[in-house]
């Protein structure tokens, strides 16, 4: 069975412009989630879907982030316009259902870098 | 509000000893927490979780951790470190209805031969 997988591996852009993340979860998860690690500092949380509904965007920084989740089962995150602190490795998560036992599994992550 | 404390950005062990990495939690509620590994180049791969079924949570390759609710500590160990152990290593807590998972800063450890 497939894990998750995020597209690009890698991403360089200046300061200003757009970048879009792909996460594709596991197949059959309905919960897909999405985590950030600025350099140096802890893994946050920035939001939740439950099949294409945002469940809690509570820790979405600003409003340059827009996440989206077309039909329930890859995920899109667009930084626009990307600014020096977005700067980051950004982690795509899912798990089957919602309960609190549930297991999260990730993915590789995306490097961001704004130059 | 649920939050953890790692101490300790590195770790560095001999090959053989033990390994001891630590991990202080908050929690309003009874929280539900985690070990998760990152080797290099990798996603996120639980090593283990504690649901209150039981204090002494065994986990993959080896490693364990117990919890201790008097002193809010969820420490992960491993008696003999091997060279493959070296990675990052996060705590974690989720706790309520809180799905999100809060993650501690992380703790690189270096395996010396």
């Known amino acids: 069975e497939a894990g998750v997988t995020q597209f690009p591996s890698h991403s360089v852009i200046e300061k200003g412009q757009t970048v879009t993340l792909r996460c594709d979860p596991i197949?059959?998860?309905?919960?897909l989630y999405w985590y950030r690690r600025v350099m140096g500092k802890e893994i946050k949380f920035l939001l939740h879907?439950?099949?294409?509904?945002?469940?809690?965007e509570s820790g979405m920084p600003n409003n340059r982030f827009l996440a989206e989740r077309t039909g329930g089962t890859y995920s899109t995150l667009k930084v626009q316009p990307a600014e020096l602190e977005d700067s980051g490795v950004y982690f795509c998560a899912s798990s089957q259902d919602s309960g609190v036992y549930n297991e999260q599994f990730f993915g590789p992550g995306t490097r961001l870098t704004v130059l | 509000a649920q939050s953890v404390t790692q101490l300790g950005s590195h770790v560095s062990v001999s090959e053989g000893a033990l390994v001891l990495l630590r991990c202080n939690y908050s929690s309003s509620v009874p929280p539900y927490l985690f070990w998760y590994v990152q080797y290099p180049n990798q996603g996120l791969q639980l090593l283990l979780k504690?649901?209150?079924?039981?204090?002494l949570v065994k986990g993959i390759n080896g490693f364990e951790a117990e919890f201790k609710k008097s002193e809010t500590s969820f420490h992960l160990t491993k008696p003999s470190a091997h060279m493959s152990d070296a990675a990052e290593y996060f705590c974690?807590?989720?706790?309520?209805?809180?799905?999100?998972?809060?993650f501690g800063t992380g703790t690189k450890l270096q395996v010396i031969p």
């Open positions: 974690a807590v989720r706790s309520g209805g809180y799905q999100k998972v809060t």
């Open positions: 197949s059959g998860h309905d919960n």
């Open positions: 504690y649901t209150s079924a039981a204090t």
């Open positions: 879907f439950v099949k294409e509904s945002k469940q809690d």
